[in-house]
Every structure is written in structure tokens, then in C-alpha cells.
């Protein structure tokens, strides 16, 4: 056994453990805390299985934003689990179900065709068509743009889901907590510090993800993180719901997207298809226009909807 | 390389989505309007593929970016997904139309929470059918699924009240737990096979079970169970139908009506896609037997407690919990080893048949259940007397849909269930005859629980709480006459539902 | 035992986790939180059948972790959807718990509900 590999044992062992505390744990805000620390560790597994982008990715959602809106919740619910946990009989009938399944799981995965078929060749050999260094980046925007496009829209339907929450008399209102900005210097002084430095990193990690790890989800969140900051800080107000404007930074970057996807019929003759010549450039500004609107996506599912007044 | 008919798959998919995006960018006044004028071009489009696919008796293909699979991503319209596309868009429509008056944007006012709500919510589910009608990869279904559960959901709260909230959240997480294994399933269909494209993976399945010693590798039986139980979920089929009764009786009445007659079936639809499409003369008999007897327990419970209900919508809610049982005597009776091909064909078309027929027959009946609890001022089947009297023609619509949903001839689901009851008696199933009879009778008993008090005397004294426009009335009699219609469509034409269709025939038995 | 078959191992305990909480946890939050469990196991086991597919000079096939990154994206639009709603229903109604009862109320008993038409 290679000292890696005893790494390896040690991370799956410390993430097992971690999703064991977050499931038994009787509190609700440190099996919270416990579900951060899963993203952190997930991260270093995605690096460990050569997927940068992806760790990326898991940083900044599974254990940033996903961690942030848990957070949010746990703080402010006031409910407590009963006395009386659920069943003894439903218990053991769900862990025997559940036992079975990662056994089953198991098995399939031990048991996986060698060699396994895989379709790098074909999405590297697809590259000079989309202009792209970063084969992740073609599959997202070129090979299996329409996933991207129709991901946008689950992420537009899951903004309009969340507003549709808002209590009728405070449709328009501002978000809850950010409405009332306390001026806490330190924040204040984070927010002046960290958010241009921020911003500079989002637009980078998109400039390169055409190329190398990075890309619109990771830069946007990183932006979306930053605007969350100065809104925190009292810097900026948040938005509301009616804001027209903040609806057009939403729909920005899907509409471009659609755009350039209809002009595919004209231009190179499909829908979703890049002329050659233009299709890094196309492709970069994709990227632009969805990064501004997954932040903007990304930070109204953060903030949430306007609560009643009380 | 223009690929034929490909532009009218993609308009397909594109037209809600383009709606939606022009919703949030454009004043709400226009709301509406944007929403109700794409209806038409959708039901179009759907009508142009469905003409396509009738002349070319062929399925469409539409390779999008021209990147074929599996690195590229397919769209497929078959003779199924063509009879979905058009019930599709003459439901939303219909719910569009029923409405349009309900979810206007007040004049001179503040834009209003609800009605730009609803608008968008209605065009982001048609946009998620029409991927899930359309979809031939595993993955893109993946996020087809989650537009129709993340527009469902909040359509169920819209209103915002309590019990609205609880059942959305019930529903919400029936969904995601459905979703989650559904996804598990097709990434360990992409780890045995390297596709995720439904045509590719049934030629790589076909061709291993064709080698000298036909093993089902226990990858496929474990992404087939994984996404069989996840899709079941999302249908509500029994015992994983606790949902649906409060999401679907507590939505405003024209979302009922697409929730109950379009969005539980996109999950079954995909069911058949695995069952069928990709496991071509494959399919599990003990599996398809497995589906038909929870279809059947579905079907003999949903009935009873539709018959225990003190609510009209929840009356209305618990027979879509038994009607979608029928759905399931498909597996058996299309794919039994047995049948002749004759005969698996009948099933094909009754389930189809049943599928569309209550398509129609519950919108309308939800329409019509919304409209008397708007007269009444509730829907306490107790107090229904004489509502009849008030609004005839929403009696009439639910009467009508009732009849069909029975199964009485000559409409649309007494055709459905003849073809499926003929089927299982052919095929020496009678069991599941006896059950479909049954449920027949069931219905019968909890549709009389409405309609007896609703034809009988007014109480004295009575006034109407709110009255109710003859247009609203009418959407919910024309879908009611099109389930009852629908019986009367020539033989000729349910070829349609045939083009495309994978053999299904001479399953193997394991 | 390679490191491949670790980590798949992982995913599918991740896998049996999260399907336990999703299943048998009392809180609606609990039960978000154990369907992220579920569906980073998920992910995982795609990431490893990725790092399986390592070929023409990458360490990993690109199209399952395109595909991941999109997975990851939608299940946190909707764990942002099933927090709002249970903020909303804590706010309306204090509480968090909604499936106590398995039955809606208000049914009416068999024998009276047949053929008297429900009516009084």
C-alpha cells in the first residue's frame, strides 16, 4: 500500500465519519457545521480525483453558498427535534434499505467494465471547433451547451420559486436581514478591502476557465459572494424583487445565451453551433454575460425573499 | 447541415423558455398577454411535429450544435412524445385561457406578486415537458425534470397559506429524493456503458445481451431500480403517493389541472423510455409485473379514499392517485413475452389512450372543482346541494370527465380501458382485468357522492359568494367534451402513438 | 485496492447516508441536509467513474465533470428553494414539522360516504 493511497484511506475515512455526524448529530446547527466541513473535504477529494474545476466548484457551492443558506436557516428556526426520534421500526427498515443500496452501489462500482469507456478522445479531439483549451469548458458552453442553457433556466425558475415565497403585502419589500445594515466597522472595513480584490479573482477565474480550471459558475459565485459582502456591510442596498433592473442582470446572460444559440442556424447552420472563427469569442462572451447573472441568481437565492413586516 | 425537422424540436423547447425571459425582462403589465400569445405557436409547433412525424411514420432526430452522441446531446420526437407535445400545449393553453382573468395584473397599480408568479411558473412547466418529451439523453432529462419540480413546487404555495406551504415542502421533497436516484442511476448507466444518450445505450445493451451468454450485468438492474423508484416518486404511484393529494388540491385550480394532468406523467413517460425505449424486447417481466400491481393497489386505493373524502379537490386529487394506476398495466401487457405482438400493441394504445384521455378529463374536472368552490365559498362535498343549478355547464364539464375517467362509453377512457381490459384478457391476465373493472365501479361511487347532491335542490336562502364568468365554465366543458371525443377518433389514427416505437415484443424472462 | 475504488466506495457510503437522513430525519432541515449528503455521494461516484475514463492526456473525462459541476449547481437552486419554504412555513406557523399525520383530515367514514351522497 502506497503512502497516497493511505492518504486516500485517511480523507474517506475523515469524510465518512464527517457524514455520520452530520446525519446523528441531535443538534441541528453543528450537524450544520459538520455539513461545511463535508463540502471543504469534498473539495480536496475532487482534487485528489484530478477534477480542479470541480473542487473549485464544491468549494465555492457545496460548502460556501450551500453552507451560508444552512446557516441562515439554523439560526433563525426556532424548532427542536422531539423527544421521540422517529420509529425504531422505521429506522432499522431504512438502514437495511439504505444498507442494501450502498452495498448494491458497491458492488457496481467494484465491478465496473475495464477499460472503462470514457469519452476524453472525442472531447479533446472536438476542441479547434470551439476555439477552447479547457475541454470541461467546451463540454458546458459547446458539446452540451443545452444542458448549460436549460441549468440557467432551473437556476431562473429556482429565483422565481424562492420570490414567489414573498408574503403578498411585501412583494417589492428588500430582503430580510440586509435591510437594516448594522454598521459594524470591522465588516465594513473587510467589505472595502475584499470586495475589489474579489471581483479582480472572479473575473480572472472566468477569463481562464476558457483554457484552464475556472469558469462561469466558479467566477460568478465568487462575485456573488462579493456583493453579498458590501450589501452586509451596508455599503450597497439590496435589490427587491420588483427591481427591474436586477430581473435584466438575471436574464442577461440566458438571453445572450439563447441569442447566440438561435443565430447557430444562420451562422454554422445548428442550433447551439459556433461558426469556427468567432467561436472563442462567442464563447468568451457567453461567458461574460453568465457570469454577471449567476451572481446575481446565486446572490438573490442567498439573501432570500422579503419577510412580512412586523 | 440542417437537420430535418430539427428547428421545430428546438422551437419547441425554446418557445416557453424565450416567454419566461421575456416575463422577467419586460414590464408586468404584459405579463399575460406574452404567456397566452406563445400558446398558440406552441400548440403549432407541436401540431407541425406531430404532422411529421405522422407523413415520415418515423421518429425526428436532432443531434443540437451537430455534435452527435454521446458527446453531443440528442432530441427526439417519436410518436409518443408528438401525442404528449399536442395534449401538452391544448392543456396549458386551456389553463392559460381558464386564467387569464384570475392572474391579471391589476390596471395602474403595483406589479402583484401572484400573477407574474403564475405566468412564469406555467411557461417554466410546459418548458420542462417539452424537455422531458423531447430528451434523449439521460442527463439532460436529469435537468428537464428538475425545471418541471422547481415551477411545480411553488405553483403548489402560491396562495402562501400554511397548509399550501407544507405540502409544497412534502412535495418538494418527494422530488428531490426522486431526482437524486433517478441521477444515481444514469451516472451508473454512463460508468457501465459510456453513453448517456437512450438510443446509444439501448444498442449497447441490445448488443451485450445478443453475446453468447446473455448476462444482465447487475449495473443495468441497479440503475434500472434506482431510476424506476425515482421516477415513481415523481408520478406518485402507490406507496409513494403521499404528496399529492394536499400539493394537488391546494394549488389554485389551474395549476391543479396541469399538475394532475401533465406533470405526474412526464415521470411515467420516462419510465417507458427506460422500460421500452431503452431496453428494447428486454424488458423485466417479474419488474412489469411488480408495476402493475402497484398499479393495481393504486387504483383500488386511491379509488377508496376518493370515496372517503370530505373535499371535493381532495375528492378530485385521490382519483388521479387511482387513475394513474392504470397507467402501469402497460409494462406487463405491452411487453409480455406471451402476447402476441397484436395484442401488446392494444395495451400500447389503451395506455396511451388512458394517458391523454385523463389528461383532459382531470384538468377539466379540476377546473370544474375550482369554479363550485369559488360559487360556494368552499368545497365541502356535504354542502354541494343544488350547485347544479347555479352553474350548469361546470356541472356538465365535470359530469362529462367523470364519465370518462369511469370509463363509460363512448369516451376517450372507456376506449382506454376496453383496449387494456381486452389485452389482459387476451393475454390470460385477467386478474388485472378484474382490478381495472373494479375501479370502474369505484369511480362511479365517488363521482355519484358529487353529482347527486350537486343535481339536487338549491338550499333556501341561498347566494352565490362569487359568480362565475361563461367562458371560465366553457375552457372546463371544451377539455371534459375532448376526453369524451376522444373515443370517437378513427382507428386509423392511433397509428400515431405506434411510429417510432421500439419492438416490444418478446421480452425475456428472468 | 486502487484509489479509484476508494473513493467509489466512499460515494456509495455517502450514498446510504444521506438516503437514512433524507428518510428517517424529523426536521425539514435535517433532511435537506441529508439529501446534499446524498447527492455529493452521487457526484462522487460520477467523479470517480470520470477519473476511470482518464485518457489523451487528461486526468479524467471531461464530460462527467462538466456534467457534476451542472449537478452541483441544481441541487444548490434547490436546496435554496426547500430552505425558503421551510423559512416561509416556520414564519407562518412556527413551526417546521408537517408530516405528523399521514391522512389529510376532514375524511368521512366509508359506510357514510357511498351511496348517500354526502349529504347531511
Same mark, same amino acid.
Request: charged share 10%; proline share 6%; aromatic share 8%.
Given at each position: ?310 | ?55 415520415? &411514420? ?76 423531447? @430528451? ?93 423508484? @425515482? /421516477? ?44 421500452? @425505449? ?71 394504445? @389503451? ?85 381495472? /373493472? ?34 371560465? &365554465?366553457?375552457?372546463? /366543458? ?33 | ?120
Amino acid at each position: 500500500m502506497s503512502a497516497a493511497l493511505i492518504l486516500d484511506a485517511c480523507l474517506v475515512l475523515l469524510v465518512l465519519a464527517v457524514a455520520v455526524w452530520t446525519i446523528a448529530a441531535r443538534e441541528t446547527f453543528p450537524a450544520i457545521a459538520g455539513f461545511v466541513s463535508y463540502g471543504l473535504l469534498l473539495a480536496i477529494v475532487w482534487v485528489r480525483l484530478s477534477s480542479v474545476d470541480v473542487a473549485l466548484t464544491e468549494a465555492a457551492i457545496g460548502g460556501g453558498a450551500t453552507g451560508v443558506l444552512l446557516l441562515g436557516a439554523a439560526a433563525r428556526l426556532t424548532d427542536r427535534a422531539g423527544r421521540r426520534p422517529a420509529g425504531i421500526g422505521l429506522r432499522i427498515m431504512a438502514g437495511a434499505l439504505c444498507l442494501a443500496i450502498t452495498a448494491a452501489l458497491a458492488f457496481v462500482i467494484l465491478t465496473l467494465p475495464d477499460p472503462a469507456p470514457t469519452l476524453a478522445p472525442q472531447a479533446v479531439a472536438g476542441l479547434p471547433a470551439t476555439g477552447v483549451g479547457n475541454p470541461i469548458t467546451a463540454v458546458l458552453v459547446a458539446y452540451r451547451g443545452i444542458d448549460t442553457l436549460l441549468e440557467k433556466i432551473v437556476l431562473l425558475l429556482a429565483v422565481i420559486g424562492v420570490w414567489c415565497l414573498t408574503p403578498d403585502d411585501s412583494w417589492g419589500a428588500l430582503p430580510a436581514p440586509w435591510g437594516t445594515a448594522r454598521q459594524d466597522d470591522a465588516i465594513v472595513l473587510l467589505a472595502r478591502l475584499l470586495a475589489p480584490v474579489g471581483v479582480v479573482v472572479g473575473v480572472y477565474i472566468v477569463w481562464v476557465g476558457a483554457d484552464d480550471p475556472g469558469g462561469a459558475f466558479q467566477g460568478g459565485t465568487i462575485l456573488a459572494a462579493m456583493w453579498l459582502l458590501v450589501m452586509m456591510a451596508g455599503l450597497i442596498a439590496p435589490l427587491p424583487a420588483t427591481s427591474r433592473r436586477l430581473r435584466r442582470v438575471l436574464v442577461a446572460g440566458p438571453a445572450l445565451f439563447l441569442a447566440v444559440a438561435f443565430a447557430g442556424f444562420a451562422m454554422s447552420g445548428d442550433f447551439l453551433s459556433y461558426p469556427p472563427a468567432y467561436a472563442k469569442w462567442l464563447i468568451k462572451l457567453i461567458e461574460a454575460a453568465l457570469t454577471l447573472s449567476i451572481a446575481a441568481m446565486v446572490g438573490v437565492l442567498v439573501i432570500g425573499p422579503a419577510v412580512r413586516k412586523r | 447541415m440542417l437537420q430535418a425537422g430539427g428547428s421545430l424540436l428546438v422551437l419547441a423547447l425554446m418557445l416557453p423558455v424565450i416567454g419566461i425571459l421575456l416575463i422577467m425582462s419586460l414590464d408586468a403589465r404584459h405579463t399575460g398577454k406574452i404567456a397566452l400569445a406563445l400558446m398558440p405557436a406552441g400548440l403549432a409547433v407541436a401540431l407541425a411535429i406531430a404532422a411529421r412525424v405522422w407523413t415520415t &411514420q418515423a421518429g425526428l432526430e436532432y443531434f443540437i450544435g451537430g455534435w452527435a452522441p454521446p458527446l453531443g446531446v440528442a432530441l427526439r420526437a417519436d410518436g409518443i412524445s408528438a401525442v404528449m407535445l399536442v395534449t401538452t400545449s391544448v392543456v396549458i393553453g386551456a389553463a392559460g385561457l381558464f386564467a387569464r382573468a384570475e392572474f391579471r395584473q391589476p390596471d395602474n397599480q403595483p406589479e402583484a406578486r401572484a400573477p407574474l408568479m403564475f405566468w412564469l411558473l406555467l411557461l417554466g412547466i410546459w418548458a420542462g415537458l417539452n424537455a422531458v418529451f423531447l @430528451g434523449g439523453d439521460l442527463f439532460n432529462l436529469y435537468v428537464a425534470l428538475e425545471m418541471l419540480t422547481f415551477a411545480a413546487v411553488p405553483l403548489v404555495c402560491l396562495s402562501g397559506k400554511a397548509e399550501t406551504l407544507a405540502a409544497a415542502l412534502r412535495y418538494l421533497l418527494f422530488a428531490l429524493l426522486g431526482s437524486a436516484l433517478y441521477l444515481l442511476g444514469a451516472v451508473l448507466l454512463f460508468g457501465a456503458y459510456g453513453t448517456l444518450d437512450i438510443a446509444l445505450l439501448a444498442a449497447r445493451i441490445a448488443a451485450q445481451a445478443n453475446m453468447a451468454s446473455p448476462v444482465w450485468p447487475l449495473a443495468l438492474w441497479v440503475a434500472l431500480a434506482l431510476m424506476t423508484v @425515482g /421516477l415513481l416518486a415523481k408520478t406518485a404511484l402507490f406507496p409513494l403517493h403521499l404528496w399529492l393529494p394536499p400539493a394537488h388540491s391546494g394549488a389554485p385550480a389551474a395549476a391543479s389541472a396541469v399538475l394532475s394532468a401533465l406533470v405526474v406523467k412526464a415521470s411515467f413517460f420516462l419510465i417507458v423510455r427506460l422500460w421500452f @425505449g431503452m431496453l428494447p424486447g428486454l424488458t423485466p417481466w417479474l419488474g412489469a409485473q411488480l408495476l402493475a400491481a402497484l398499479g393495481a393497489a393504486a387504483i383500488l386505493f386511491g379509488s377508496v379514499l376518493a370515496l372517503r373524502q370530505a373535499r371535493l379537490k381532495l375528492l378530485v386529487a385521490y382519483s388521479t392517485v387511482a387513475q394513474i394506476g392504470y397507467l402501469f398495466f402497460v409494462f406487463p401487457l405491452a411487453a409480455n413475452p406471451a402476447a402476441s405482438t397484436a395484442s401488446a400493441a392494444l395495451a400500447w394504445t @389503451g395506455g396511451w389512450m388512458q394517458l391523454v384521455s385523463h389528461a383532459l378529463a382531470k384538468a377539466a374536472m379540476f377546473m370544474a372543482a375550482g369554479l363550485i368552490a369559488e360559487t360556494l365559498g368552499h368545497d365541502r362535498i356535504a354542502g354541494l346541494g343544488g350547485v347544479a343549478r347555479v352553474v350548469p355547464i361546470t356541472v356538465i364539464a365535470f359530469a362529462l370527465a367523470g364519465a370518462s375517467l369511469m370509463g363509460l362509453p363512448p369516451s376517450g377512457g372507456f376506449v382506454a380501458k376496453l383496449l387494456l381490459l381486452s389485452a389482459a384478457v387476451s393475454q390470460g391476465l385477467w386478474f388485472w382485468a378484474v382490478v381495472m /373493472l373494479l375501479g370502474g365501479l369505484l369511480a362511479g361511487g365517488y363521482l355519484f357522492r358529487v353529482l347527486s347532491p350537486a343535481l339536487g335542490p338549491l338550499p333556501a336562502g341561498w347566494t352565490p359568494a362569487a359568480r362565475i364568468p361563461r367562458d371560465r &365554465q366553457a375552457v372546463a /366543458l371544451v377539455l371534459a367534451l375532448g376526453a369524451v371525443l376522444l373515443g370517437f377518433a378513427p382507428l386509423k389514427s392511433y397509428d400515431l402513438l405506434q411510429f417510432g416505437r421500439p419492438a416490444i415484443a418478446g421480452a425475456v424472462t428472468r | 485496492m486502487t484509489a479509484e475504488q476508494l473513493y467509489g466506495l466512499c460515494g456509495a457510503g455517502l450514498v446510504g447516508l444521506g438516503l437514512f437522513g433524507l428518510i428517517t430525519a424529523e426536521l425539514p432541515l435535517r433532511r435537506i441536509v441529508a439529501f446534499n449528503l446524498l447527492g455529493g455521494g452521487a457526484f462522487v461516484v460520477f467523479g470517480v467513474i470520470a477519473r476511470r475514463g482518464a485518457a489523451a492526456g487528461l486526468g479524467g473525462d471531461p464530460v462527467p465533470q462538466a456534467l457534476i459541476i451542472t449537478g452541483v449547481v441544481v441541487g444548490f437552486a434547490a436546496t435554496a428553494l426547500a430552505v425558503t419554504l421551510v423559512r416561509r412555513l416556520h414564519e407562518e406557523t412556527g413551526t417546521t414539522k408537517f408530516d405528523q399525520d399521514e391522512l389529510p383530515p376532514e375524511t368521512v367514514k366509508l359506510s357514510d360516504a357511498t351511496l348517500s351522497g354526502g349529504n347531511p
